[in-house]
Antibody
Framework: QLQLQESGPGLVKPSETLSLTCTVSGGSISSSSYYWGWIRQPPGKGLEWIGSIYYSGSTYYNPSLKSRVTISVDTSKNQFSLKLSSVTAADTAVYYC???????????WGQGTLVTVSS | NFMLTQPHSVSESPGKTVTISCTGSSGSIASNYVQWYQQRPGSAPTTVIYEDNQRPSGVPDRFSGSIDSSSNSASLTISGLKTEDEADYYCQSYDSSNPYVVFGGGTKLTVL
């Protein structure tokens, strides 16, 4: 079945760029009608949608993060990536990747990866 | 911006029924499907209700979802509560404008 796995540094310094990759297995990231999204969850807090990319490459970002976020897709590697610039301690969170449809639920999710912003 | 508001926490006894609400800030919550996710500590969320009232395979029929247009809210009802239902529950919907994806703030369900 489809599986997603996040990877990337667990520690990022303030003002630097957070970079994460989500590797998709068990299916093609180029499958039509699906979006590939990033969601984060600060420790002890709720879920926050960061943004999503359509299989065609169109991107949709949370307005509160839009100025700092870039999501891209690499179909040759069956991966999509997140870059979040100028990070602060407030960006410390578990970052999840997940697939979703235009109106369909986020499913499946990756296991999540904790990224801590600290010097 | 469109927002979804949930109660911070609810509690109920085993065997009882609990309902968690999710209220839309504007427009009609019935205009876009609502999903509900269960998240246990240390785990990623999983879908318990999608498209307002549909259950994924493997989710017991103790879980049900509904929409009330008069209050512009969605509800997740869990009947015959079990201790294993203790978790955080999030509603989620889509909006045609920004932000495209919206999550509710989450509700901590305690079964005691």
């Amino acid at each position: 079945q489809l599986q997603l796995q996040e990877s990337g540094p667990g520690l990022v310094k303030p003002s630097e760029t957070l970079s994460l990759t989500c590797t998709v297995s068990g299916g093609s990231i180029s499958s039509s009608s699906y979006y590939w999204g990033w969601i984060r969850q600060p420790p002890g807090k709720g879920l926050e949608w960061i943004g999503s990319i359509y299989y065609s490459g169109s991107t949709y970002y949370n307005p509160s993060l839009k100025s700092r976020v870039t999501i891209s897709v690499d179909t040759s590697k069956n991966q999509f990536s997140l870059k979040l610039s100028s990070v602060t301690a407030a960006d410390t969170a578990v970052y999840y990747c997940a697939r979703h449809g235009a109106v369909a639920p986020f499913d499946p999710w990756g296991q999540g990866t904790l990224v801590t912003v600290s010097s | 911006n469109f927002m979804l508001t949930q109660p911070h926490s609810v509690s109920e006894s085993p065997g009882k029924t609990v309902t968690i609400s999710c209220t839309g800030s504007s427009g009609s919550i019935a205009s876009n499907y609502v999903q509900w996710y269960q998240q246990r500590p240390g785990s990623a969320p999983t879908t318990v209700i999608y498209e307002d009232n549909q259950r994924p395979s493997g989710v017991p029929d103790r879980f049900s979802g509904s929409i009330d247009s008069s209050s512009n809210s969605a509800s997740l009802t869990i009947s015959g509560l079990k201790t294993e239902d203790e978790a955080d529950y999030y509603c989620q919907s889509y909006d045609s404008s920004n932000p495209y994806v919206v999550f509710g703030g989450g509700t901590k369900l305690t079964v005691l």
